[in-house]
């Protein structure tokens, strides 16, 4: 185990579930990833692997089958994870926020029916609020459902849905106008639709269709498709907590928790992009000895390791103040933001320590270096971050009088 990102006052279940996951990161994912990676292959062996410990699970109470943990475990996990490949990170994140949204918003019904399942993984979940003309305006969405009978039709295109493929399972948010009359707020008229589908691509039922997987510059391995929907129906039992027009603070309340999740995968790729340039730093020499003992490699080294232990520390805060029930926008922002930006950092700074083989796809750092752009947009860019956390920062120290 490594000296930077310890966490204390750990549980000793908790401990043990590290330990488990960052032993299978080890022996069954750092050794295959990035031939994968360069084939862009699913990695059902991983997933399978990840099956049998639980991991879906791991935040699904127990009572439907899960093992009950807190958001602190599960972005733990993740940092362990992203450490070996940040898609694997990425195949288990979407499922987390339906299964989240599910518990903290479904109906009875919704939890008995979906929770037991999405904790085996059998059913396995995706989550989708972009379009393709809005990007970060989730106001703006024109997705539309529109009430048929005893049910739902969906229609409209949605974007950069994350295993929009592999799941079975996808909570998609669309404009309802039912029961909100003209002038409503445009968040106030948004519902969350729980659909079910056949993983795959094409036609997966009648009206919904996932054309195929987007390529990408890195992230590869997980499915990033396009959605769909053209008179898709859905019946009215599976509208996300039984009651149209709550849909925005629905899914709002899940990419606050997904923001941990990706100052998580920021962690983990700093991580290991850092055990990849000190490795390498000791091994290379120049001038008569290692460039590790060289004060330019030594600085680099030492800035490196000062990012992952602060980008930890924020992580690990925002995780820990959600769990105790308090609002973590402001602490979530702050790590998604500095976590995304340092694991970019710290990844170039290893790409450098590398040279020009750092640029030879033989060496692991040249997938990091590929990766680590995806992190500043996901869940929210930079920017997006920066505006939460400014208004966030003007509330608490509103002036008085």
């Known amino acids: 185990m490594s000296r930077l990102a310890q966490t ?8 043990e579930i590290l330990a488990t996951v960052r032993d299978f990161v080890d022996k069954e994912i750092l050794p295959v990833a990035t031939e994968l990676e360069h084939r862009d292959a699913y990695p059902t062996q991983i997933v399978e692997g990840l099956k049998e410990l639980g991991v879906f699970g ?3 109470p127990e009572e439907y089958g899960g093992l009950g943990e807190s958001l602190l475990t599960y972005a733990l996990t993740v940092e362990e994870i992203a450490r070996g490949w940040m898609s694997v990170s990425g195949i288990i994140n979407t499922h987390f926020i339906v299964a989240y949204l599910l518990k903290q918003h479904g109906t009875q019904e919704q939890k008995e029916y979906f ?21 970060s305006d989730v106001a703006a969405i024109s997705s539309k459902g529109v009430r048929d009978g005893d049910g739902y039709l969906l229609s409209g295109q949605k974007m950069w849905l994350t295993n929009g493929g592999s799941s079975t399972l996808v909570a998609v948010l669309c404009r309802t106008d039912e ?30 269709t996932v054309p195929g997987k987007i390529e990408k510059m890195g992230y590869k391995g997980v499915d990033t498709t396009e959605l ?21 603070s629905h899914m709002m309340d899940g990419v606050e928790v ?15 992009a850092f055990e990849l340039g000190i490795d390498y730093a000791q091994q290379r020499h120049t001038f008569g000895k290692p460039i590790a003992q060289h004060q330019a490699i030594q600085f680099k080294l030492a800035e490196m390791a000062t990012k992952v232990e602060a980008a930890h520390a924020m992580m690990v805060n925002a995780a820990r103040k959600k769990d105790s ?32 083989y750092g640029f030879s796809k033989e060496y692991e750092i040249e997938r990091l270096y590929r990766e680590a752009p995806m992190l500043l947009i996901g869940e929210g860019t930079a920017e997006i971050q920066k505006m939460i956390i400014g208004r966030r920062l003007l509330e608490e120290y509103r002036i008085q009088g």
Not at 8 to 15: A, K, N, P, V
Not at 233 to 247: K, S
Not at 258 to 272: E, F
């Open 8 to 15: 204390e006052g750990l549980t000793d279940i908790q401990r």
């Open 58 to 60: 791991l935040m699904i």
């Open 115 to 135: 929770l037991p399942r999405m904790a085996t993984g059998e059913i396995r979940a995706a989550f989708s609020m972009s379009e393709p003309a809005l990007g």
């Open 179 to 208: 029961g909100h009359p003209e002038g409503t707020a445009p968040h106030r008229s948004m519902t969350t639709f729980l659909v079910e589908k056949e993983a795959g691509f094409g036609e997966v039922r009648p009206g919904l």
């Open 228 to 248: 769909i929907m053209d008179g898709l129906r859905i019946p009215a039992d599976r509208v996300l907590g039984g009651r149209t027009g709550r849909g925005f």
């Open 258 to 272: 997904g923001r941990v999740n990706v100052a998580a995968r920021g962690c983990g790729v700093a991580r290991r």
């Open 325 to 356: 029930g308090q609002r973590n926008d402001l602490e979530a922002g702050m790590a998604k933001y500095l976590a995304s930006e340092y694991c970019k950092e710290v990844v170039e700074d290893a790409f450098r320590i590398h040279g020009g």
